[in-house]
């Protein structure tokens, strides 16, 4: 049989295919002839993205662009995401701790989510200029409205006392979640943050599959999911205080708080609603790039 056929295929059945053929073998051979024929047992990768949008390139420039001219004029920078759902509770979490010999933490043997406890949804705020970040981690679920409530506690609680001259905001985000750039109650949402605080709220959105492009995946997220590796998430306090105690020796500092507040699914945004927003589309892709002003008597474009 040429090795080229055995792809794919386990050691049992080969060794089957084998027998078939006349050759009796263990499949202790057959993993021998496997290494002798340079094959390893390896798991899938992921690494394709799929086909991608033409302007892919272009839009990471413009994204890039508005970053650093929203930095040289000192006004604030937040990249944003849901970090994935957590099982609160006394269940595995991945990854591995030091402790005595012998003593690992004893964990529930299933992860049926407590009816009390439920999961909780961290939905991060990253600022982009200070290296610093901000985790509004909810118990209910992942809607516009949640996202940008989180991105208020973020400025009421630390972007306005460090941006008090701030005119505008810019939000890099991705195009999909709770802050699609195809959602309506985020654009909604948005205007009411932008009413609010008098800013003017510029949005980009990463172009489809490549969120793992959006900074707050690598600058924040990461050194959380590091700092809580092999802890079981046994409370909802436990997960606000592990977030919180995250940093980096490049000086990461992140504030994180429990949001007990109801966030209903399936909230309609009617044709009016949405003509109300006072948004003002960039020329390229407008759907992905553009700014959310505090309502006044202009004209919304939608």
């Known amino acids: 049989m040429a090795p080229l056929l055995w792809t794919n295929k ?10 078939a053929m006349g050759h009796t073998v263990s499949q202790t051979t057959v ?14 990768r ?7 949008h033409p302007d892919r390139d272009g839009q990471f420039e413009h994204i890039n662009a508005s970053v650093n001219g929203f930095l040289a004029q000192g006004e604030p920078v937040i990249s944003v995401d849901t970090k994935k759902k957590e099982l609160v509770g006394n269940f595995k979490n991945a990854g591995r701790e030091w402790r005595p010999e012998g003593d690992p933490v004893d964990v529930s043997d299933h992860d049926f989510p407590d009816p009390d406890l439920g999961k909780v949804i961290p939905y991060g705020v990253y600022d982009q200029a200070r290296n610093e970040g901000w985790v509004n981690v909810g118990v209910d ?28 905001l810019l939000v ?25 605080t008098g800013l003017v709220v510029q949005v980009c959105h990463f172009p489809p599959g490549t969120s793992k492009w959006n900074r707050i995946e690598h600058r924040m997220f990461c050194h959380i999911t590091q ?8 409370s909802r306090e436990a997960v606000v205080n ?13 504030k994180a708080t429990l949001d007990t507040s109801e966030y209903p699914k399936g909230v309609k945004v009617t044709d009016d609603d949405l003509a109300s ?7 390229f892709h407008g759907e992905w790039n553009y700014a959310i002003h505090p309502r006044s008597s202009g004209n919304a474009d939608c």
Not at 277 to 283: K, L, P
Request: glycine share 8%; charged share 25%; proline share 3%.
């Open 10 to 19: 386990s050691t049992r059945r080969i060794q089957d295919e084998l027998t």
């Open 242 to 254: 592990l977030i919180g105690s995250t940093t980096t020796r490049a000086g990461l500092r992140i």
């Open 277 to 283: 927003v006072t948004i003002h589309r960039d020329e």
């Open 46 to 52: 992921k690494s394709q993205e799929g086909s991608s």
């Open 172 to 196: 890099t985000a991705d195009g999909g979640g709770s802050n699609s750039h195809r959602a309506r109650l985020w654009k909604v949402e948005l205007q009411n943050f932008a009413t609010e």
């Open 227 to 234: 700092n809580w590796r092999g802890r079981p998430l046994v």
């Open 31 to 44: 993993c021998h002839l496997l290494e002798q024929l340079g094959y390893t047992l390896q798991s899938n």
């Open 141 to 168: 679920h992942d809607t516009p409205a949640f996202a940008v409530e989180s991105i208020r506690r973020w400025w009421l609680e630390m972007g306005s006392a460090i941006y008090p001259e701030a005119k505008a």
